[in-house]
């Protein structure tokens, strides 16, 4: 269960709890018709990783959370998010969100760009 905490012109912030108490703070910027999506462990920087087991869970309210921003706001057509990696590399959570969202999201393009360990994907839906 996810609750919206804050909500200004271009930003929405939703938090929820995970069962190993662990508050995950998510981020929702429009630009556009984009939708920049990032989530942390509140208090945690925005690209550390926590690895805790839970991911797929995680992801999955995540993806609950777009999907719900997507259906109130029809203007919107992209996600965009920066995996983060734990070393250059590391594509584990890049694939974990994609899979995720090409099963959520009728997937019409991928955009990938690389820097080092730092990666941006933008995934166009409508």
């Known amino acids: 269960i996810y609750t919206l905490s804050r909500e200004e012109r271009d930003l929405d912030i939703y938090e929820f709890v995970t ?19 990032s989530f942390s462990v509140k208090g945690e920087n925005q690209n550390a990783v926590v690895n805790k087991g839970k991911a ?4 999955s309210t995540v993806i609950e ?24 590399g590391d594509e584990r959570r890049e694939r974990i969100y994609e899979i995720g969202i090409k099963k959520n999201f009728n997937v019409i393009h991928v955009e990938t760009k690389r820097s080092g360990k730092f990666v941006n994907k933008l995934i166009k839906i409508r």
């Open 19 to 37: 069962e190993l108490e662990l508050k995950y703070e998510v981020r929702l910027i429009t630009d556009n018709n984009v939708l920049f999506v």
């Open 56 to 59: 797929y869970r995680v992801f």
């Open 65 to 88: 959370i777009i999907k719900e921003k997507f259906e109130s706001d029809k203007s919107l057509d992209t996600i965009g998010y920066d995996p983060v990696a734990s070393f250059p």
